[in-house]
């Protein structure tokens, strides 16, 4: 009996009855809610999205008697639009965390600090160049190619330790050199 009064009344709301909309609505309404409440966790987020659903059973006519319950299609609808709301939520909040990074990362490069990147990428390239040349390469490969030692060891031929031990010394004259050169600069 009540399936079939649901019936009629979605029947009248789509015929622009709006005395039926409010008893559907005093039918139905606490389940929409409970749901979206539960899903959403918050108040008015919960009451927005039972609007939403109950104006969505209004327009778009998909509600089939025939398929099922009218309980069993708004839980159906309140819990795609629960979930289609989380996922906005969560792709909104990963796109403002990447704007807030690149925000931070805006506001401090300046046409200074750009000039400063480039006069330090210089004095590097200065400073490899006095390095031993399997110095230079071992380190080259290391952080420019992002190579792991044992990987260059494999390329080189040459033992594990000593490539280990050409990157230490090689890292520890770099620094020597950058120092004199940033000494020159001031």
Known sequence: MEDETDRVLVTRLWQGDLTAMGTLYD??????????????????????????????????RNYDASRGSLASYLTTVTRSRVMDRLRSQTVRRKYQHQWQRHQATADTTTPMTHLTQAEN?????????????????????????????????????VPL????????????RLRQELNVLQGDLL
């Open 27 to 60: 039918r139905y309404g606490r389940l929409v809610y409970g749901l979206a409440l539960k899903g959403l966790g918050q108040v008015t987020e919960a009451e927005d999205l039972m609007q939403e659903v109950f104006l969505s059973l209004m327009r778009t």
């Open 121 to 157: 990428c210089a004095l590097v390239r200065q400073a490899l160049s006095s390095l031993k040349p399997e110095q230079r390469q071992v380190l080259e490969m290391s952080y420019y190619e992002g190579r792991s030692y044992s990987d260059i060891s494999a390329q080189l031929g």
């Open 161 to 172: 330790g000593t490539v280990k031990s050409w990157a230490r010394r090689g890292l520890l």
